[in-house]
């Protein structure tokens, strides 16, 4: 039985995460996932204080803070668009192709 080239792709985005949580298995054994959440969590509570410090906002303006989060995940979302993508035999450039 043949794979579609988007069960490939499919299964071929998965590859690099299976490969971290293995590398992190044999380095953490079943603390993996605390590890993984723990630095999870920090980074997240870093990238937040470095926005808020960016952006000059208080410390407790919980509406500023959702305003310049959702102004960065929307640009950042919107450059994902034009993002290299890959076709399972490398990386296809948007405008490349037939077209």
Same mark, same amino acid.
């Given at each position: 039985?043949?794979?579609?080239?988007?069960?490939?792709?499919a299964?071929?985005?998965?590859?690099?995460?299976?490969?971290?949580? #293995? /590398?992190?298995?044999? @380095? !953490?054994?079943e603390? &993996?996932?605390?590890?993984?959440?723990?630095?999870?969590?920090?980074? +997240?509570?870093?990238?937040?204080?470095?926005?808020?410090?960016?952006?000059?906002?208080?410390?407790?303006?919980?509406?500023?803070? #959702? /305003?310049?989060?959702? @102004? !960065?995940?929307?640009? &950042?979302?919107?450059?994902?668009?034009?993002?290299?993508?890959?076709? +399972?035999?490398?990386?296809?450039?948007?405008?490349?192709?037939?077209?």
């Amino acid at each position: 039985m043949a794979l579609a080239q988007e069960q490939v792709a499919a299964v071929q985005a998965q590859v690099p995460v299976v490969g971290l949580l #293995a /590398a992190f298995y044999r @380095s !953490f054994g079943e603390d &993996a996932l605390q590890v993984s959440k723990d630095f999870s969590f920090q980074l +997240g509570k870093q990238l937040g204080e470095n926005i808020k410090q960016v952006a000059n906002i208080a410390r407790n303006d919980a509406n500023a803070v #959702a /305003a310049t989060l959702n @102004s !960065f995940l929307t640009q &950042a979302s919107g450059a994902l668009i034009g993002a290299p993508q890959g076709n +399972g035999l490398g990386m296809v450039l948007p405008g490349d192709g037939d077209g």
